[in-house]
């Protein structure tokens, strides 16, 4: 029994689509079709075959692109509302910044906003690399419904392959030219190994679990988002540390969904195995509030549910005790935490834009 075929199907999310307004990713889709057609090039290696086919792989294989979309919105909503001071920054206005065709980025110097699509295109790529080695550690053999690339070329290629892109996203982050930029990037590439181990150690309590999930999964997001600010607005450090706690508690919301969907998304859905996370003894956070009123799921907890029975038992522990509505409220709070941050910006389509992406993140089935 997964606890998704009770909660699996109703739609939580804070607050009610807009109608008849493009969506985020519509509003910014020239900028991410030119970082999705760019990115390719950042990773080929023309002399090395092996390293090439890897990136082929997992160019095939990407996901919506949603770091890349809140790093260019935030790049967007962090840009000075006087017209004055964006053309003085940046050498033209907010609407001669944003363009409706794709973009050649080679040349970051070709258009102001082309640093912010490197900086996404980086996130990318860290993501990407982080994704692999993931697969690694919890011995998944899919990856978005496809296999993962461990189990196409091998442990040891897909090892070196994620260590490749990091080094490309070090590389290019060097070329934005800004050093608050690059010691942002740097501490979110710090957290990710951090995050990985604590994850490896376990979470016994919900403060080690919002630390694990801040370095694992939240800390890339909010540090790409304050680069995102740097480079639209630099002098702004009010804006830079808003846009980075929007990016800070949308990342726990998304982490906190993805732990939710483990119980109640299908195989299909997730494009990998329901429950892989209860089965790899990974204790998330419907766990530790199922934990909070049922003790008796921690012998579960500490043996790392290897027993035979055990997931079963949990999953009926997590209905017993509500955990998954409880999980759904606490991803809704890091949302209520997001937006509350981000009432200091002006009002923009960009800041719409970044309001409805936290209804994304609350809605989604994958």
């Known amino acids: 029994m997964r606890v ?24 910014i889709k020239s900028d991410l079709e030119s970082v999705a057609g760019h990115i390719g090039d950042l990773v080929q290696k023309r ?13 095939q294989n990407q996901g919506k692109m949603l770091r890349p979309a809140i790093v260019v919105l935030s790049g967007y909503a962090a840009m000075p509302g006087d017209e004055e001071k964006c053309r003085e920054i940046h050498g033209c206005t907010m609407p001669e910044m944003m363009s409706s065709t794709k973009r050649e980025l080679s040349d970051l110097q070709a258009h102001p906003f082309n640093r912010h699509l490197r900086l996404a295109e980086i996130t990318e790529l860290v993501h990407t690399a982080s994704l692999i ?12 419904g496809k296999p993962a690339l461990h189990s196409v070329m091998g442990t040891k290629i897909a090892v070196l392959t994620g260590d490749y892109l990091l080094a490309r996203a070090s590389n290019f982050l060097a070329t934005l030219g800004d050093i608050r930029v690059v010691a942002s990037m740097s501490q979110a590439l710090e957290d990710l190994t951090v995050g990985e181990v604590m ?12 630390r694990k999930s801040f370095c694992k999964t939240s800390s890339l997001i909010a540090h790409s988002c304050r680069g995102a600010a740097i480079l639209s607005d630099p002098s702004n450090e009010a804006v830079h540390d808003a846009i980075f706690r929007y990016g800070k508690h949308l990342g726990l919301a998304f982490q906190i969904v993805d732990d939710i969907l483990d119980f109640t998304a299908t195989a299909e859905e997730l494009g990998k195995p329901a429950l892989s996370d209860l089965k790899s003894g990974i204790v998330t956070l419907p766990v530790l509030i199922a934990a909070e009123k049922e003790p008796k799921i921690n012998e579960m907890i500490k043996r790392k549910f290897c027993l035979e029975g055990d997931v079963d038992a949990a999953v009926e522990i997590m209905e017993q005790t509500n955990a998954i509505e409880l999980s759904k409220e606490a991803a809704k709070e890091q949302i209520r935490e997001s937006l509350t941050a981000i009432e200091v910006l002006p009002e923009s389509s960009a800041k719409e834009s970044m309001v409805k992406l936290t209804d994304i993140v609350l809605s989604r089935r994958k």
């Not at 998704?4 to 509003?27: A, D, H, I, N």
């Not at 002399?47 to 160019?59: M, S």
């Not at 994850?199 to 919002?210: I, L, N, P, S």
Request: aromatic letters at 8%; glycine letters at 6%.
């Open 4 to 27: 998704g075929v009770r909660y699996g199907c109703r739609r939580w999310c804070s607050s009610p689509p807009s109608q008849g307004k493009p969506s985020p990713f519509e509003y």
């Open 199 to 210: 994850q490896m150690e376990g979470a016994d309590t919900r403060e080690v679990y919002m």
């Open 133 to 144: 080695h993931d697969d690694i550690l919890d011995d998944a053999v899919t990856r978005r």
């Open 47 to 59: 002399d090395n075959r092996i390293i090439n086919t890897a990136a082929k792989h997992l160019l």
